[in-house]
């Protein structure tokens, strides 16, 4: 005897709207938290700004901070420097500053951990919270649309010589970058090479102030000082010369 078996009724309209309208929900929510963390960040910035600060004292409070903190002053350095990168703040000078405060060497490693640190956050909130409104505002960036253009084709290489070069802003390529296919390690292993001799540079031009500030109370070989200050130069200029070899390597990607 055979047992009825019941047949699944076919879907209607209403329910596949009805599941439309409970997925869109979710898109519209991670849409809404990304909108109201960049508000929050944006209101917190111009009220610090509006109470007569600067983004200069904001850089000195960071340096008090970490060197006040005994062991803790590297971590809070590092956190600092990341919320900077998301709040698409120059971190030039928090670059500079590590090397005055922690020397070439510590310097360079706390830096190149913070960048990579802050450039991986953006990029994520980029891909995975804020991308419909960042590929609306990198409409009005003809550059930017072209980084979306040739990373999707050569990936890693375009990365790593955009990290090289300065065509686009580190804060805003982490962004830009977010919205492209490229994958997550990809994108944090070129970044952190890219990024290393700029770090290098900033770092080890830092340095030399801290050596000038110990030269000028006499704590500090005025022979070694000249040293440094030519290694500066010198790694500038090394630096530079790289900068513009990936210039021309983007030229020839069709970027500028």
Do not use: C
């Amino acid at each position: 005897m055979l047992s009825s078996q019941r047949q699944p009724k076919p879907r209607t309209g209403v329910a596949v709207r009805a599941q439309q309208s409970s997925e869109a929900p979710a898109s519209g929510t991670k849409q809404k938290l990304a909108g109201a963390a960049i508000a929050i960040a944006g209101t917190a910035a111009a009220s610090y700004l509006a109470q007569g600060h600067s983004i200069k004292d904001g850089i000195n409070a960071i340096e008090h901070t970490a060197t006040s903190a005994g062991p803790a002053g590297p971590f809070i350095f590092i956190a600092a420097y990341a919320v900077a990168t998301l709040a698409l703040i120059p971190a030039s000078a928090l670059t500079l500053a590590a090397g005055f405060i922690y020397g070439p060497v510590t310097g360079t490693a706390i830096v190149s951990a913070a960048s990579t640190l802050g450039a991986t956050l953006a990029f994520l909130v980029s891909r995975y919270l804020a991308r419909p409104f960042v590929t609306q505002k990198l409409q009005g960036f003809p550059k930017l649309a072209a980084v979306q253009s040739k990373v999707s084709e050569d990936g890693a290489k375009v990365v790593f010589l955009l990290r090289l070069s300065p065509l686009v802003p580190f804060t805003l390529l982490n962004y830009a970058l977010g919205v492209t296919e490229v994958p997550l390690a990809s994108f944090i292993g070129t970044s952190w090479a890219g990024m290393l001799p700029g770090t290098v540079a900033y770092v080890y031009l830092g340095s030399t102030g801290r050596s000038a500030a110990a030269a000028g109370t006499g704590n500090f070989d005025n022979v070694k000082f000249g040293l440094y200050a030519v290694g500066a130069v010198a790694t500038l200029l090394v630096t530079k010369l790289v900068a513009d070899k990936a210039s021309a390597a983007l030229d020839d990607q069709s970027l500028e």
